[in-house]
C-alpha cells in the first residue's frame, strides 16, 4: 500500500486519520508519518492498516509489476476507462427518467 492509497481511501471512507489510526490500532502520528512521507511503516503497521481499509470494502489495487494502480469498492464490477474509450463502449448503467 502506498501513502497515496491510503489517503484515497479514508477520503473514500470519510475517515481523518485517527479514524484510521484507531481502526489499524495503530499511533495517529504513524498514520501521518505514512501519508506525508516522512516514514515508512513497519510490516506489521501497514498490514494493520490495509487490513481496517480493506475490512469497509475498498480493495488496494496493483499492476502486474506489482506498483500501486489505486482502489476500488471490493463489489465494484470495474471496466478500464481505456478499454471503454478504445471501443466507444461502457458497461455503465445511466440512470432513466421516468
Not at 476500488?72 to 464490477?77: L, N, T
Amino acid at each position: 500500500m502506498t501513502p497515496e492509497q491510503s489517503r484515497a481511501a479514508r477520503g473514500w471512507l470519510g475517515w481523518s486519520q485517527n479514524d484510521l489510526a484507531e481502526r489499524a490500532g495503530i499511533a495517529k502520528n504513524t498514520v501521518y508519518g505514512f501519508e506525508s512521507g516522512q516514514r515508512s511503516l513497519t510490516r506489521n503497521n501497514l498490514a494493520a492498516l490495509q487490513r481496517a481499509i480493506e475490512a469497509e470494502g475498498i480493495r488496494l489495487l496493483f499492476d502486474e509489476a506489482g506498483m500501486a494502480a489505486g482502489i476500488v469498492r471490493r463489489d465494484a464490477r470495474v471496466e478500464l476507462s481505456a478499454d471503454s474509450v478504445r471501443t466507444g463502449t461502457s458497461s455503465v448503467e445511466q440512470p432513466t427518467r421516468s
